[in-house]
């Protein structure tokens, strides 16, 4: 059974840093494209980063410049790197696994950037 834990979110202040981890298990994580989403209420899932599985990366351009996603396929992590936090990038974020184009999901973690 795949499984995608999320952890790192919590509340950072405007111009603060936080670090977001996922952890996968029962997927072959070195085959799989991992990626980073987020969602607020009301909204669809929007896309925030993508890393392949030769290490190429995307970032949508309302976070480029300042989220750096990176994978440790020893520990099958994936991490998001996001500074110079703004009010806007507070949302539920999602980690994805895309393993030949399956699409296997975490359950979120909140992210909330308030002073």
């Known amino acids: 059974q795949v499984q995608l834990v999320e952890s790192g979110g919590g509340l950072a202040q405007p111009g603060g840093s936080l670090r977001l981890s996922c952890v996968a298990s029962?997927?072959?994580?070195?085959?799989?494209?991992m990626g980073w989403y987020r969602q607020t209420p009301g909204k669809q899932r929007e896309w925030v980063a993508r890393?392949?599985?030769?290490?190429?990366?995307n970032y949508a351009d309302s976070v480029k410049g300042r989220f750096t996603i990176s994978r440790d396929n020893a520990k099958k992590m994936v991490y998001l790197q996001m500074n110079s936090l703004k009010p806007e990038d507070t949302a539920v974020y999602y980690c994805?696994?895309?393993?030949?184009?399956?699409?296997?999901w975490g359950q979120g973690t909140q992210v909330t950037v308030s002073s």
């Open positions: 029962g997927i072959v994580f070195s085959l799989c494209d």
């Open positions: 994805n696994a895309d393993l030949l184009r399956s699409d296997f």
């Open positions: 890393i392949s599985r030769s290490d190429s990366t």
